[in-house]
């Protein structure tokens, strides 16, 4: 059973557009919501989280919007730059010491961003 | 300095033949976790140590066993390796089970022939 549905799989966008990624969940018992960036031949690395009690978190040019009654979480990058061009997973966990940490990924997103 | 690092990057190995990978963490985190990427870049966890203790055992072949000498260090050893086992392997830290803030390593890829 997947547990974070992504999607689109792929996208491409144009240098200077936005890029968004959705991401819906089943468990309601996860209250941590981060994104992860991969390029090729790295591992992932944590881009910008989010925890259910507020409904956006911005970073410089990544925002995440999170709907808790719609389960559902989403990934604005603005204006979107060559040097994002990776791909993209959303991921789910219960926080706090006690629990396992075990992180939910979502299939992920390959972006492409034309110059 | 590396914060997670797996060696080898890349096992080339024949069906049937037993291997290793190797995963160390210099970030002082409690819990490491092995996940398994595969051809279509789905990550899946297989197991989580913490403080050496294992706290999640996914529904991995037997053929797969981890092993922890220290809370810096989690192993993987693979037993006779199947062509399904090709894949690319990573390694994570975090927090004590905290689940946020996972490092992870720049992985194994294991092609098994």
């Known amino acids: 059973q997947q547990q974070v549905k992504q999607s689109p799989q792929s996208l491409i966008v144009q240098k200077g557009g936005i890029s968004i990624i959705n991401c819906a969940y089943e468990?309601?018992?996860?209250?941590?919501f981060p994104w992860y960036q991969q390029f090729p031949g790295k591992g992932p690395a944590l881009l910008i989280a989010?925890?259910?009690?507020?409904s956006e978190k911005k970073e410089g040019r990544f925002t995440i919007s999170f709907n808790k009654s719609a389960k559902q979480f989403s990934l604005h990058i603005m204006d979107s730059q060559p040097g994002d061009s990776a791909t993209y997973f959303c991921?789910?966990?219960?926080f706090g010491s006690g629990n396992t940490g075990k992180l939910i990924f979502g299939q992920g997103t390959t972006l492409q961003v034309k110059p | 300095d590396t914060a997670v690092s797996q060696t080898p990057k890349y096992l080339v190995t024949q069906m049937g033949n037993d291997k290793s990978i190797k995963c160390e963490q210099n970030?002082?985190?409690?819990?490491m976790y092995w996940y398994k990427q595969d051809s279509k870049k789905f990550l899946k966890i297989m197991f989580s140590?913490?403080?050496?203790?294992?706290?999640i055992n996914e529904t991995v072949p037997n053929r797969f066993s981890p092993k922890s000498p220290d809370k810096a260090h989690l192993n993987l050893h693979i037993n006779s390796l199947e062509l399904g086992d090709s894949a690319v392997y990573f390694c994570?830290?975090?927090?004590?089970?905290?689940?946020?803030?996972?490092?992870f390593g720049s992985g194994t890829r294991l092609t098994v022939v």
């Open positions: 994570a830290s975090s927090r004590a089970q905290a689940g946020d803030g996972y490092t």
């Open positions: 468990n309601t018992a996860f209250d941590y």
């Open positions: 989010i925890r259910p009690d507020v």
């Open positions: 991921a789910a966990a219960v």
């Open positions: 970030l002082g985190h409690d819990t």
């Open positions: 140590y913490n403080n050496k203790e294992l706290i």
